[in-house]
């Protein structure tokens, strides 16, 4: 969605208001609905300003989500009852080029900022033409560079281990429009003041709420006093019901400010005196329709009650699912309570029933450095096997997906091919055959410690599988030991670092999920106790640095006198063939399937 510079026209309509703390007995509750992903992108920029404008410093995951469960703790101290929180599952056909645009973006400035330094670099004397310059990365008040990329499913998990779990909802959808069909059926259900819907998307201010009464709050602009003296809320608020004077919505307004010459006077001018032009009207205004989503809400509602819903899956390897999922049959218990506009058409861009189905996988944006491959070539033999079983589940033999992540200096995607049960088995067995050989071999550590080290080896294995220089001592340690980014060489290790991990995060909810369906794919717990975002990257203090320095010396010294003898992948045509493993690699099943992309 979005109407480009719609909030500067449309903010000064906003009305502000003081809520104080209201007695037990004399307060008034309202509906809170939460816009999940505004709310955790806020939360950290807050945080973000506060410590070090940089984002070369690791993110503190568990920071963030205490904080997220404290904000939602110190609403509800004025009169707010949090009835959902609502995140992204999966975004419609028409929001992949939106999608591929950020990501294009996000690329331009890591390859523009590299660009940068290493002209500063080479102008200074002495200069170590690796230096990471972190004030080139945070320009001003606007990060130059994409949020941490585990920072939303790292807010759901922590808000699933907190009172609001039941109240968190990851949609197959977008959450805006889950978050106005939850505040339209609070009206519905009969509340008299209507809810609120806590959120920075403009865009809601302009859906259909289907005659419900609503109100829109910025998050951005939410102050909270809670002292001795004073114990207030500041909230700016949209009604649209009041901004529309009359009229059903202000979706035709909005809709002529598209052009973004016309302000919001102009728009509801023409609109007054029937002098606007609405061609195409109607396709725009089927994606603000409250109402429509108010069904697919329920549907959620019921696989929640029936046990169906599946929380435990992140956003973006969800979306594939669901995808898949839309390519079959429904069982009858699935089909129980769930309404016919839900079944009928793929996000993928197929109808059930046709040959070909294509399903898309976008990975998490990493802070790379642009001038070196893709930092998720590791992990990924581990995620092809995640990638391979979801694809095992669509029916039609033509299936493929489509896997986009940086190439060089644009977003490239890769395609995985179907294959066959028998190779999905010994791809499955394969992949966890070397992991357990690694966490069996850290048998004296415990705990996250165990897993740090354990995926860290793996992601030098596939390093040195891939021909690559194995990084230094001391850019291990600084790694492990949660070291600010000081280098590229430092950036590079600690993003394949994080691929490594989510690589494997990624085969532990397939297969999650894949049991919950009742699908025989078996990994003997091994994944079990793979830590969460959080924890694994803010975890293993049992080890202190002189520990660490202990356990990479002993592994990386082994790992580099194994190098020369370590497989090196064949270069391949541009799309792979679902993880399948050529002779050079069957030694070495982790080592990434190299792209020409150098």
Same mark, same amino acid.
């Given at each position: ?37 505004? %709310? ?6 807050? !945080? ?41 599952? =999966? %975004? ?8 591929? *645009? ?33 004030? %080139? ?98 909230? !700016?608020?949209?009604? /649209? ?69 599946? /929380?435990?899956? *992140? ?17 009858? $218990? ?64 033509? =299936? ?34 070397? !992991? ?12 996250? $410690? ?13 390093? =040195? ?90 592994? %990386?010294?082994?790992?580099? $006198? ?33 792209? !020409?992309?150098?």
């Amino acid at each position: 969605m979005g109407i480009l510079n719609f909030w500067t026209r449309i903010k000064q309509y906003g009305a502000r208001r003081v809520i104080p703390q209201p007695g037990a007995e004399s307060s008034q509750i309202t509906p809170a609905i939460i816009d999940g992903p505004a %709310l955790a992108h806020n939360v950290f920029e807050t !945080l973000r300003y506060k410590a070090n404008r940089s984002v070369v410093t690791q993110c503190n995951y568990a920071e963030v989500g205490h904080e997220v469960v404290e904000w939602l703790d110190k609403l509800a101290l004025h009169g707010y009852d949090i009835q959902g929180i609502f995140f992204d599952g =999966a %975004l419609p056909d028409h929001k992949k080029q939106t999608r591929n *645009d950020r990501m294009q973006a996000s690329i331009d400035k890591l390859v523009t900022s590299r660009n940068a330094q290493d002209l500063i670099n080479k102008s200074t004397q002495g200069s170590d033409s690796d230096q990471l310059n972190a004030n %080139l990365i945070a320009d001003g008040d606007s990060p130059a560079w994409t949020p941490p990329p585990f920072l939303v499913p790292a807010v759901v998990e922590a808000l699933s281990a907190s009172p609001y779990a039941n109240r968190t909802w990851i949609v197959k959808g977008e959450a805006d429009e889950y978050c106005a069909a939850a505040a339209t059926k609070a009206w519905q259900d009969g509340s008299p003041v209507g809810a609120t819907i806590f959120t920075n998307d403009s865009d809601l201010i302009i859906f259909d709420f289907d005659s419900a009464y609503v109100r829109i709050s910025m998050i951005k602009e939410l102050k909270l006093w809670d002292t001795q003296e004073l114990k207030v809320a500041e909230v !700016l608020e949209f009604e /649209p019901t009041v901004l529309a004077k009359g009229f059903k919505s202000l979706l035709p307004m909005a809709y002529l400010m598209q052009d973004r010459t016309v302000s919001f006077n102009h728009a509801f001018s023409l609109v007054s005196t029937n002098r606007a032009e609405l061609a195409d009207y109607q396709e725009f205004e089927a994606r603000y329709l409250a109402k429509r989503t108010v069904p697919y809400l329920r549907d959620l509602m019921y696989c929640r009650r029936t046990g169906e819903y599946f /929380p435990q899956l *992140d956003a973006r390897i969800m979306e594939p699912i669901l995808q898949a999922q839309d390519c079959i049959a429904p069982s009858p $218990s699935q089909a129980e309570g769930t309404t016919q506009s839900h079944k009928t058409k793929s996000p993928a861009g197929a109808i059930s029933g046709q040959e070909k189905v294509q399903l898309h996988l976008y990975l998490p944006t990493l802070f790379e450095d642009p001038a070196k491959g893709s930092a998720w070539r590791v992990g990924e033999f581990s995620r092809r096997t995640a990638e391979v079983l979801i694809l095992n589940s669509v029916s039609m033999p033509a =299936a493929t997906l489509l896997e986009y992540r940086r190439s060089g200096s644009i977003v490239h995607p890769a395609e995985i091919q179907k294959i066959s049960k028998s190779k999905v088995d010994k791809q499955l067995a394969d992949c966890l055959s070397i !992991l357990r050989a690694y966490i069996q071999d850290e048998s004296r550590l415990q705990g996250v $410690s165990r897993w740090r080290v354990s995926l860290m080896k793996l992601g030098l294995r596939d390093l =040195a599988g891939q021909g690559k220089i194995l990084p230094s001592f001391d850019s291990v340690v600084a790694v492990l030991s949660r070291d600010a980014l000081s280098t590229w060489g430092l950036v590079h290790l600690s993003a394949a670092f994080q691929a490594q991990f989510y690589s494997l995060r990624m085969l532990k909810q397939v297969l999650q999920h894949e049991k919950q369906l009742g699908n025989k794919w078996e990994d003997g717990g091994l994944l079990d106790d793979l830590p969460g975002i959080a924890e694994f990257f803010g975890g293993g203090e049992e080890v202190d640095r002189r520990g660490w320095e202990g356990l990479v010396e002993e592994f %990386l010294t082994r790992e580099k $006198s194994e190098e020369a003898a370590a497989p090196v992948a064949v270069a391949r045509k541009k799309h792979s063939r679902g993880g399948e493993r050529t002779a050079q690699t069957k030694s070495n099943p982790f080592a990434a399937l190299e792209e !020409l992309e150098e």
